[in-house]
T-cell receptor, first 115, second 111 residues
Framework: DARVTQTPRHKVTEMGQEVTMRCQPILGHNTVFWYRQTMMQGLELLAYFRNRAPLDDSGMPKDRFSAEMPDATLATLKIQPSEPRDSAVYFC?????????????FGSGTRLTVV | GEDVEQSLFLSVREGDSSVINCTYTDSSSTYLYWYKQEPGAGLQLLTYIFSNMDMKQDQRLTVLLNKKDKHLSLRIADTQTGDSAIYFCAETLLEGFKTIFGAGTRLFVKA
């Protein structure tokens, strides 16, 4: 089965440190999303890319978060500096052309804990 | 506006039917989805429906769409303990093809 691969699965870091999360979308999927999931806020859209170009990152705190797709096989989400309120599970999802109208495939997530 | 609402919890007995409801507000939505999330895992697409359809059935799953009321439901027949999970309703907006998720309904199945 084709799958979206996220690394690392778990990350514990101290406040103020830089965190980089990586995602390998399914080959051929041209739409990539980053979501954050917390108990309080549920699933929040942070950013999404089509053909590696950022289309919408309005859900992302831009002073500390950045998202990039250096190539079609890698998407990154970086937090610098990290804060305890960033603790959450971060999901990457990818989809076929036409904006993934047939649904997206999610990775297993990166569980981030900032202490 | 963009909003998808779901009730937060549902509890059923094993063997009964489960019905999970969702309301959405954006009339431009064309594609609606149900995703399932098991503990420690990502969301898994269960099924989707186009807005020109009223119903879609796939084995134990039945999706009903009432476009006039902007109401979507997922019925799981003969619910099993393995169906215990969080179920997310989602819509894709035509503008920008952004997908909006509900907060999820946590389904508890009692043996």
């Amino acid at each position: 089965d084709a799958r979206v691969t996220q690394t690392p699965r778990h990350k514990v870091t101290e406040m103020g440190q830089e965190v980089t999360m990586r995602c390998q979308p399914i080959l051929g999927h041209n739409t990539v999303f980053w979501y954050r999931q917390t108990m309080m806020q549920g699933l929040e859209l942070l950013a999404y890319f089509r053909n590696r170009a950022p289309l919408d990152d309005s859900g992302m705190p831009k002073d500390r978060f950045s998202a990039e797709m250096p190539d079609a096989t890698l998407a990154t989400l970086k937090i610098q500096p990290s804060e305890p309120r960033d603790s959450a599970v971060y999901f990457c999802a990818s989809g076929l052309p036409l904006g993934g109208l047939y649904g997206y495939t999610f990775g297993s997530g990166t569980r981030l804990t900032v202490v | 506006g963009e909003d998808v609402e779901q009730s937060l919890f549902l509890s059923v007995r094993e063997g009964d039917s489960s019905v999970i409801n969702c309301t959405y507000t954006d009339s431009s939505s064309t594609y609606l989805y149900w995703y399932k999330q098991e503990p420690g895992a990502g969301l898994q697409l269960l099924t989707y429906i186009f807005s020109n359809m009223d119903m879609k059935q796939d084995q134990r799953l039945t999706v009903l769409l009432n476009k006039k009321d902007k109401h979507l439901s997922l019925r799981i027949a003969d619910t099993q303990t393995g169906d215990s999970a969080i179920y997310f309703c989602a819509e894709t907006l035509l503008e920008g093809f952004k997908t909006i998720f509900g907060a999820g309904t946590r389904l508890f199945v009692k043996a």
